[in-house]
Every structure is written in structure tokens, then in C-alpha cells.
């Protein structure tokens, strides 16, 4: 099975320390470099036997068919909802992911956004780099504390995000359809729209894909309610946009912090012009300490399995 100098198709360009690992250890082709795809695969398409791509890249089904040896995906990230997982399966071609490594990061950026709208830090900012703050007083935030932090999806990271937000002696609730889970004390909703009732902040952390698609809807929103504050830090799949823009304009809830879009890297207008919203460009686990801890376990998947056929992070497909 050893087979160190496996042709690899790299999806996109990749964290510095994971390029320079497969760059010594295969033989890669960048996709994005390639500028007659259709001639690639030609000619060198039956010779791949891994694609590393990442949660944004994802992969696209027309390429991966070009590739009759594939057998493997490893992908930069925890979220694969842009890579098809019933076509791998079919194919037996196996995935790997990036489990556990970003929960803090994540959950560090969902308390950043948290922190962010409810005391206005980036109009704050804008309101000093102005020069407003000679001529006018600026307008008062929320406490966080004492407050209600609703989680949807109480995964490994929501729970990180739950206890960061504890030590912020917020109380703690959660979204589950059934029955609660037996290992935490937090308050149980298995309705959408009544923790969203119960919520001073809302955060999304559920994975994307068609199970999750506009699971935060407008009625949600106006469940959430106008003193409240929704969080995105999951997918922009899980978030109708539209929706949300318009429950934004009629001030159905307070504001928003955004670190995922519907189609990234666009975002509406709408939003960038809203003080009340708070956006970032899906930098969840944007950390140089996440990032490399990222790239060093994807390099560990895709070693393990040219090595022995194995993988740390296997994807259950
Ligand atoms: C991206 C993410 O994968 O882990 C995820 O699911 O969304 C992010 O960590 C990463 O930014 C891709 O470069």
C-alpha cells in the first residue's frame, strides 16, 4: 500500500506549512493552476489517487469522474457539505475531515460576534475613526451577562461555545428535535422557535447541507424577536438570507453577527449598511494555532492512508 510519491490533486491553494508537506512527500497537481482541465485529465486523470480540498472548496462531481483511481478525499476543515458525500460512498472512495482541532477558534469567534453586536464594537469604531466622538455621544449596549444564549446545535463546538458563554454567567440553552441530551444540565427546547422565544442570542452551529438548508427561517427570526441578536458561525445554507435581511429592515430582531454567507464571498448589500450588523469574512478558524493544527492532521490523513490505507479523521459515509 506504501505508495509515497501518490499523484494527488490539490483543489485550491492551501496553508503554507500542508502545501510544502505534499510538495515533498507526492506528486501534486493544483488544480487551480491547470489551465486545460479537460487535457489534464487526459492525460494524468487515471493516475490520481487523492484530492485535498477543504470545507469552501469542496469538490465538484464532472472532475471527480475524470479521476477512475481515486480513493480518497481529505478535506481541510470539520464541515463537508460542499463535497457529495453519496457519490463518494457509491464510489468507495473514502473522506477524512478535520474534527475537534477548530472548536476553540470557533467558538472564540462566536463569543467574539456575541460581544461585538451587543456592545457595538465595530460601530464604535467606525464612529471614532470618524471623528463623532467630539461631537456626539454614542449609543448604549448590552449586557451579556444574565442574559439567554441559545445554541443550535449543541455539537463539540456548540458545547465549547456553551461553556465560554457560561463563564460569561449567561444561561445556557440548547436546540435539539426529541430528547434532551442525558450529559448536559442546559435548558432543553426540542421546538426551534420557542428557544429562539427564550433567546437573547442566537447562535447557529449546526453543520450545512440539505438536512439544515434555511433551518433559520423568518418565523424563527420573528420568534428571536426585536431585542435579540442572531449568530452565524455554522454555514449560510443554514440561514434563509433573504429572510433575514428583510427581518433586519423591519427590525423583527436587533442585529446580526455574520461569519458565513449564502453565496460567499458575496454579500448582500443590504447588510453591508446596517449598523446593527456585525460581518466577518468565514474566518472561524481563521487562527495561525488553529489553521497550522488544520493542516498538520490533514497532512496526517493523507500520510496515513498512502502509508497504510488508514485515516485519523475518517468521514462515516
Ligand atoms: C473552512 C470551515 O473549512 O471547518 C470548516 O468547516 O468552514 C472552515 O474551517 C476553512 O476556512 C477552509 O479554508
Not at 33 to 58: C, F, M, N, P, Q
Not at 84 to 100: C, E, V, W
Not at 123 to 129: H, T
Not at 153 to 177: P, Q, S, V
Request: net charge negative; proline share 4%.
Amino acid at each position: 500500500m506504501s505508495d509515497k510519491k501518490a499523484d494527488v490533486l490539490v483543489w485550491g491553494p492551501m496553508h503554507a506549512a500542508l502545501t510544502q508537506n505534499l510538495d515533498r512527500d507526492f506528486t501534486v497537481h493544483n488544480r487551480w493552476e491547470i489551465k486545460d482541465l479537460d487535457a489534464w485529465a487526459a492525460e494524468h486523470g487515471d493516475k490520481v489517487r487523492g484530492v485535498i480540498t477543504s470545507g469552501v472548496y469542496g469538490t465538484d462531481n464532472a472532475l471527480l469522474d475524470r479521476l477512475p483511481n481515486l480513493q480518497v478525499v481529505n478535506s481541510f476543515g470539520v464541515g463537508y457539505d460542499a463535497v457529495d458525500t453519496d457519490y463518494l460512498a457509491r464510489r468507495g472512495i473514502q473522506l477524512s475531515n478535520t474534527p475537534d482541532v477548530l472548536n476553540n477558534a470557533v467558538a472564540e469567534t462566536a463569543m467574539a460576534l456575541m460581544l461585538c453586536v451587543s456592545r457595538r464594537i465595530s460601530q464604535a469604531e467606525r464612529f471614532v475613526r470618524a471623528g463623532q466622538w467630539t461631537s456626539g455621544k454614542f449609543p448604549l449596549g448590552n449586557d451579556l451577562c444574565g442574559k439567554t444564549c441559545g445554541i443550535v446545535g449543541l455539537g463539540k463546538i456548540g458545547k465549547t461555545i456553551a461553556k465560554r458563554a457560561a463563564a460569561f454567567d449567561m444561561n445556557i440553552a440548547y436546540f435539539r428535535r426529541g430528547a434532551p441530551y442525558a450529559d448536559v444540565e442546559y435548558t432543553h427546547y426540542a421546538d426551534l422557535q420557542e428557544l429562539a422565544r427564550a433567546s437573547d442570542y442566537l447562535i447557529v452551529i449546526v453543520p450545512g447541507g440539505p438536512d439544515t438548508q434555511h433551518l433559520i427561517n423568518r418565523d424563527v427570526l420573528k420568534a428571536l424577536g426585536p431585542k435579540s441578536y442572531l449568530i452565524n458561525v455554522a454555514r449560510g445554507s443554514v440561514v434563509d438570507e433573504k429572510a433575514l435581511v428583510a427581518s433586519l429592515l423591519e427590525s423583527e430582531i436587533a442585529g446580526a453577527g455574520l461569519d458565513v454567507f449564502e453565496d460567499e464571498p458575496n454579500v448582500p448589500a443590504e447588510l453591508m449598511s446596517l449598523d446593527s450588523v456585525v460581518l466577518t469574512p468565514h474566518i472561524g478558524s481563521g487562527t495561525y494555532e488553529t489553521r497550522q493544527a488544520m493542516a498538520d492532521l490533514v497532512f496526517a490523513n493523507v500520510s496515513a492512508y498512502f502509508a497504510d490505507g488508514s485515516l485519523v479523521t475518517p468521514v462515516q459515509l
